[in-house]
């Protein structure tokens, strides 16, 4: 139910786009006929949906390569059994299908959870992870891990960036055709994109930048929103205790190592960036403090 009602609110927020897009366009004075504006919104919806949604898709065999993650088919020792022994009680609390389990070699303590579906989902940990931790920072780490699946949080980012996506390609060419007609003075063909091509061209570039820089800061406004769920999360399954200590045990790390770009949200600690704004996680001493007032 919770993802429907998301995806409902994508389809208006859609909605939503087409009408200000409208508004915009009669402001501005845009020429483009109705079937053109509605094929331009279907075409950038289209273009930014699919993409992410094959990156859903493909999340767990791409995981998989960029860490070498070796999947657990039977625990070798006796750290091993616990991992899969933990993740099986948890998937069972949470109601769903036990995900694959695998371990990653890395000196950086992390851990992520990746997969379309909930019943298909991966939960890997590093090395460094799975034999420095003690038993209870080890729960609570996983305790977030399968928050983020339970909450379904790698569809609804999914979900988030494709709308995102289609606001910066809708509105960066709506922004690109009028500077250009403006420019060019044309009387083009309604829909045909008047103006000088190469105008049109470097204007609807510079705009995606723009837009995307906007879109990116929204896409992690609400990565860091779902990393305090998750935390939230682990700290009902297994007490706020185990998730501080986690969160602590990170902290004694120092800091982490920076994650490849499509990975860095999965990861339970993603490094830092310049500005928290661009950072897809909260800073450990916040999420910390926000698990103490629970």
């Known amino acids: 139910m919770r993802i429907l009602l998301f995806v409902l609110m994508q389809l208006a927020v859609l909605v939503l786009v087409s009408i200000v897009g409208s508004l915009l366009m009669t402001l501005f004075g845009v020429r483009l006929s109705s079937s053109s504006y509605s094929g331009l919104l279907i075409m950038c919806a289209l273009m930014g949906f699919v993409g992410s949604f094959i990156s859903l898709f493909m999340s767990k065999w791409m995981a998989k390569r960029a860490y070498g993650v070796e999947v657990i088919s039977a625990p070798r020792n006796a750290r091993e059994q616990f991992l899969l022994q933990t993740i099986a009680q948890q998937a069972q609390r949470e109601g769903f299908a036990m995900p694959e389990v695998g371990i990653y070699e890395s000196n950086d303590m992390n851990a992520f959870a990746t997969g379309a579906t909930k019943d298909g989902a991966l939960v890997a940990v590093s090395s460094a992870l799975l034999y420095t931790l003690s038993e209870d920072e080890l729960r609570g780490v996983l305790g977030h891990e399968m928050s983020h699946i339970a909450n379904g949080d ?76 998750a935390d939230a999360g682990s700290a009902a399954l297994e007490g706020k205790n185990c998730m501080i200590a986690a969160l602590q045990a990170l902290q004694r790390q120092g800091p982490a190592m920076q994650q490849p770009g499509q990975f860095q949200a999965l990861c339970i600690n993603a490094g830092g960036n310049v500005s928290e704004l661009f950072m897809s996680h909260p800073p450990l001493v916040k999420r910390i403090a926000a698990l103490r007032e629970l």
């Open 154 to 229: 790698m569809v609804t980012m999914s979900l988030l960036q494709g709308v995102l996506n289609t606001f910066v390609y809708f509105f960066s060419y709506l922004a690109a055709l009028a500077v250009s007609q403006v420019l060019s003075r044309s009387d083009d063909e309604e829909g045909s994109g008047g103006g000088n091509v190469l105008v049109f061209h470097l204007v609807n570039m510079l705009f995606q930048i723009g837009f995307g820089l906007l879109a990116n800061l929204i896409l992690m406004w609400f990565s860091r929103h779902r990393e305090y769920r």
